[in-house]
């Protein structure tokens, strides 16, 4: 599969918006048209590459937001190579409300890439490296990423729904661009990036956590309008099914991940819980999501 940038396809699906933020590398004697167009070919290789074989109306698309903030140029001496922090965001909507829950919501510090406004951006899942691989990078982390949300989307709709995107996110993990500077998609680099992400994910020993994704949003958020503290229980009891999984496996990048997305979701719905029955979810929080226990312990 061979994708150039190219005007939108009805059927693709997702509504990307990206923004290309470049404060820290002005004065480093890029063109800033350089940037614009960065910013337009991303926006395009997001909404114009087919991601899945399933058919997606305008209404149905997936809206994710990419903030790729540049913070050096000239890498390793190569007036086109860059390096990077990438922040995603995704949301998917809640059945029978104006609301939107959080899909995503992570920062990627190990992006290094080459771009070219002369040379168009493509993704092939059978050579995710490209032919070159400074300028493969930036197309892999965008398909791994891109694969990871339509994951957690299908995830969010049937149990375990997303499989086949979590796989293909790590075949591009297997055929990952190398090469002087690149980084994030070995096992030996760091216990905390995009390989361990998606090998967790499809680990059956975090297969509880897909499951309380599924409930959370299907059998929970998409049932709140019509039963509000029954959907809100339902929420909240399977914060003991994250504490067993992260009692045997703690400190893990998926939970961080599940937690990035879901922290301000879920101290909400504590909040509205009945003062006498917070404490008990509380105290599982406070050691599933160390980072924002002040947070939740506020809500005592």
Not at 23 to 33: F, H, R, Y
């Amino acid at each position: 599969m061979l994708v150039a940038c190219a005007s939108y396809a009805g059927a693709q699906e997702l509504n990307c918006r990206v923004t290309v933020m470049h404060d820290k590398i002005n004065g480093s004697g890029v063109d800033p048209q350089v940037y614009t167009n960065m910013q337009k070919a991303i926006t395009e290789f997001m909404n114009g590459h087919k991601w899945t074989t399933d058919e997606f109306g305008a209404a149905e698309k997936i809206d994710c937001n990419i903030l790729l903030n540049l913070t050096s140029a000239n890498v390793n001496g190569d007036p086109e190579a860059y390096g990077a922090t990438m922040s995603i965001q995704a949301t998917r909507p809640v059945y029978n409300s104006s609301y939107t829950s959080k899909l995503i919501d992570f920062i990627d510090k190990d992006v290094a890439f080459k771009f070219s406004p002369f040379n168009p951006m493509h993704f092939d899942d059978n050579q995710a490296s490209g032919s070159d691989a400074l300028s493969g990078n930036l197309t892999a982390v965008l398909a791994y990423y891109s694969y990871i949300l339509i994951a957690l989307d299908y995830d969010s709709f049937s149990p375990s729904g997303g499989t086949n995107y979590l796989k293909r996110a790590q075949n591009v993990v297997n055929n990952a661009p190398d090469g002087k500077g690149i980084s994030g998609w070995k096992n030996v680099e760091s216990q905390r990036n995009r390989f361990w992400i998606v090998d967790q994910m499809l680990n059956t020993r975090f297969s509880d956590i897909r499951r309380v994704w599924y409930t959370m949003h299907r059998e929970g958020l998409d049932s709140m309008y019509a039963k509000p503290a029954e959907s809100r229980t339902r929420i909240l009891s399977n914060i003991r099914k994250l504490y067993e999984v992260n009692r045997e496996n703690p400190s893990s990048i998926y939970m961080q991940f599940f937690f990035n997305a879901k922290s301000d979701e879920i101290m909400r719905l504590v909040g509205q819980a009945p003062k006498t029955e917070r404490s008990q979810y509380i105290t599982l929080l406070n050691a599933l999501d160390v980072p924002n226990a002040p947070k939740y312990n506020a809500l005592r």
